[in-house]
Nanobody, 126 residues
C-alpha cells in the first residue's frame, strides 16, 4: 500500500519560514511535487522534482522563496518555504508518481499524479 505522509505545516507571520516533509512508503518515486489549494481556489502546482536528475520546477509565484529537495535514502522530499507571504496561505499537498507524460510538462497538473498526501495547512499572517 502506497502512503504519503506529510508534516511541517503550521502558522507563521509574514516573512517567516516553514519546511514541509513528505515521506513516501510502498513506492519508489521518480517524480514528486507539491500543490496547494486556498479556499475558493483551484489546486495549483507549487514545485516539482525529478529524482534521477534532480531537475526542479517552480511556480512563478514562489521562485526564489521556495526550494524543493529530497533525501533518496529516506524516500522523502521537502519544501522549504522562506519569506512567506499571506497569499501563501493554503492547504499544501504532496504528490508522487506520474500517470503519464514527462514531469517537465505535467508537473502543474494535479490529475497527472498518482499518489497524494493528506494535506497540511500553512497559514501566514500579516
Amino acid at each position: 500500500q502506497v502512503q504519503l505522509v506529510e508534516s511541517g505545516g503550521g502558522s507563521v507571520q509574514a516573512g517567516g519560514s516553514l519546511r514541509l516533509s513528505c515521506t513516501v512508503s510502498g513506492y519508489q518515486y521518480r517524480n514528486a511535487g507539491w500543490f496547494r489549494q486556498a479556499p475558493g481556489k483551484e489546486r495549483e502546482g507549487v514545485a516539482a522534482i525529478y529524482t534521477p536528475g534532480g531537475s526542479t520546477y517552480y511556480a512563478d509565484s514562489v521562485k526564489g522563496r521556495f526550494t524543493i529537495s529530497q533525501d533518496n535514502a529516506k524516500n522523502t522530499f521537502y519544501l522549504q518555504m522562506n519569506s512567506l507571504k499571506p497569499e501563501d496561505t493554503a492547504m499544501y499537498y504532496c504528490a508522487a508518481g506520474l500517470k503519464w507524460g514527462l514531469i517537465a510538462t505535467m508537473w502543474t497538473k494535479d490529475t497527472a499524479f498518482r499518489y497524494w498526501g493528506q494535506g497540511t495547512q500553512v497559514t501566514v499572517s500579516s
